[in-house]
């Protein structure tokens, strides 16, 4: 009878990767500021980390969709566990009312003087209307913008069969113009 040894793991690290909660993000969450509940905590991806407690932060908030934010976490050691993000919906409790938000820090509730952030009035794949306009025509087009940016700014967009691109200035959160 012949016998193979093979020694198991030897020299090598241990891989366990903890699956990281729904309760942990909402604890983390709180902890910024924002009440919300697990229930409300939606992941985009399974995230692990490399151990049991890797002590959440969130680094961003932005609106998304309807009542729908975009969170932002990472891990307080970065060896833990990579940046991630969650969809939170903040429902009838109304848990995201007067939230300015910075990247790099915390949430922060209206007149608080820890950060403000200028939100941006036009994001990357928002839809728009163009407006090409001089003193006897005017004409108007549905757009895709391709830039972010905020009321004066000049942005790039595209025609929604994405066959024109043009530079134009953001009049509102609905609106661009261009002066023929």
Known sequence: MLWLLIPAA??????????ISAE???????????PVRAAQVRFLAQ??????DP??????LAK???????VELRCSDPRVCLPFYVLVQAGAAGAFDGISTQRGGPPARRNASLFRRKQMLMRNGDRATLVFENPSVR?????????????GQRIRVVSTDHKRFFKAEIVNSELLKVEL
């Open 10 to 19: 030897v020299g090598q690290e241990s891989s366990a990767r903890f699956p």
């Open 24 to 34: 942990r993000v909402a604890q983390a969450i709180v902890t910024a500021g924002v």
């Open 47 to 52: 995230i692990n980390s490399l151990g049991p």
């Open 55 to 60: 002590g959440l932060q969130v680094i961003n």
């Open 64 to 70: 998304w969709s309807g009542d729908t934010w975009k």
């Open 139 to 151: 004409i108007s087009m549905p757009v895709i913008c391709l830039e972010n940016g905020n009321r």
